[in-house]
């Protein structure tokens, strides 16, 4: 277990926060808390954090220009407006089904999304991973019952992905033009026998992969071989997505949650729900813009 400075940068407390996302042009890191369907955004250099209703729940943003987002909820792909938050709907995704929701996603090197699903209540089998580009949906994976880790190689030749419930956290080769699987997935880590679980994941320059441990109070590393090579001890029992951030990408943020805890399980962990900075060596990188036509 190795030091680092880990601080509060939002004490906002998520029951479920989720989908961190940095955008360098405004200095600003999005989130959501997925279960009371909030995007919250704060400035790296401080100021309050700002409170978006959208009125269902939604698990992760992307840019598409200077002035649009694109926004996974449970009922699809939603163009937002920068302006006036205004969401239009881009591409249904599994809109008619009332079990399942958006969950973890994110942009591959040349524009395309890869968006998961799952269960609203953890239903066995019931999510997927999809693959989104320029209009075009594909169903990539599906039986999944918790999408998370979804992370690329910066050269976005290999993605990551799990389902959580498995403890296996999974690496396929992927074609760089278009974002497509190009082989089997393969064990990159077998988590099964350690603590906790593995959430969300960011890769950065050096190909290490930096994962959320739901439940396990902690961030770890992976190198490229799989091979953990450092843990990050968390204030939080469920840490659980990171986020470069930063003018030269060299810091995480860290989302976490209190989702699933009793009152008295609450009070051992009074800050679970809270976002955090984490002043650790990263070689990290920005997320590449979403190209949705």
């Given at each position: 277990?190795?030091?680092?400075?880990?601080?509060?940068?939002?004490?906002?407390?998520?029951?479920?926060?989720?989908?961190?996302?940095?955008?360098?042009?405004?200095?600003?890191?999005?989130?959501?808390?997925?279960?009371?369907?909030?995007?919250?955004?704060?400035?790296?250099?401080?100021?309050?954090?700002?409170?978006?209703?959208?009125?269902?729940?939604?698990?992760?943003?992307?840019?598409?220009?200077?002035?649009?987002?694109?926004?996974?909820?449970?009922?699809?792909?939603?163009?937002?407006?920068?302006?006036?938050?205004?969401?239009?709907?881009?591409?249904?995704?599994?809109?008619?089904?009332?079990?399942?929701?958006?969950?973890?996603?994110?942009?591959?090197?040349?524009?395309?999304?890869?968006?998961?699903?799952?269960?609203?209540?953890?239903?066995?089998?019931?999510?997927?991973?999809?693959?989104?580009?320029?209009?075009?949906?594909?169903?990539?994976?599906?039986?999944?019952?918790?999408?998370?880790?979804?992370?690329?190689?910066?050269?976005?030749?290999?993605?990551?992905?799990?389902?959580?419930?498995?403890?296996?956290?999974?690496?396929?080769?992927?074609?760089?033009?278009?974002?497509?699987?190009?082989?089997?997935?393969?064990?990159?880590?077998?988590?099964?026998?350690?603590?906790?679980?593995?959430?969300?994941?960011?890769?950065?320059?050096?190909?290490?992969?930096?994962?959320?441990?739901?439940?396990?109070?902690?961030?770890?590393?992976?190198?490229?071989?799989?091979?953990?090579?450092?843990?990050?001890?968390?204030?939080?029992?469920?840490?659980?997505?990171?986020?470069?951030?930063?003018?030269?990408?060299?810091?995480?943020?860290?989302?976490?949650?209190?989702?699933?805890?009793?009152?008295?399980?609450?009070?051992?962990?009074?800050?679970?729900?809270?976002?955090?900075?984490?002043?650790?060596?990263?070689?990290?990188r920005f997320e590449p813009r979403v190209l949705i036509a």
């Amino acid at each position: 277990m190795s030091e680092a400075i880990v601080s509060v940068f939002s004490d906002h407390v998520c029951q479920l926060g989720e989908g961190p996302s940095y955008d360098p042009a405004t200095d600003t890191l999005f989130w959501f808390d997925i279960l009371n369907g909030q995007l919250l955004e704060k400035r790296l250099s401080g100021g309050a954090t700002i409170v978006h209703q959208l009125g269902q729940m939604a698990s992760a943003i992307a840019i598409i220009d200077d002035k649009r987002q694109l926004i996974a909820t449970e009922t699809g792909l939603h163009v937002r407006d920068v302006a006036t938050g205004k969401l239009t709907l881009h591409t249904p995704v599994e809109a008619d089904n009332p079990v399942t929701r958006s969950n973890d996603s994110r942009v591959h090197p040349c524009g395309a999304l890869w968006m998961g699903t799952m269960g609203k209540g953890e239903e066995k089998g019931a999510g997927s991973i999809y693959w989104f580009f320029k209009g075009e949906l594909r169903r990539l994976f599906s039986d999944i019952t918790v999408t998370n880790s979804i992370c690329f190689s910066e050269d976005g030749a290999l993605a990551y992905y799990t389902d959580t419930s498995t403890g296996l956290l999974m690496r396929v080769a992927c074609d760089p033009a278009t974002g497509l699987p190009a082989g089997e997935p393969k064990i990159f880590v077998d988590h099964r026998s350690a603590k906790g679980y593995i959430d969300g994941s960011v890769l950065d320059r050096d190909g290490i992969l930096w994962n959320a441990c739901w439940g396990g109070s902690v961030v770890e590393a992976y190198g490229p071989d799989g091979k953990l090579v450092r843990t990050v001890a968390m204030p939080v029992n469920q840490p659980s997505c990171p986020a470069f951030v930063g003018k030269n990408a060299d810091r995480l943020a860290v989302t976490s949650a209190w989702s699933g805890k009793r009152e008295k399980q609450r009070l051992l962990d009074l800050q679970g729900g809270m976002t955090f900075l984490l002043d650790v060596p990263v070689n990290g990188r920005f997320e590449p813009r979403v190209l949705i036509a």
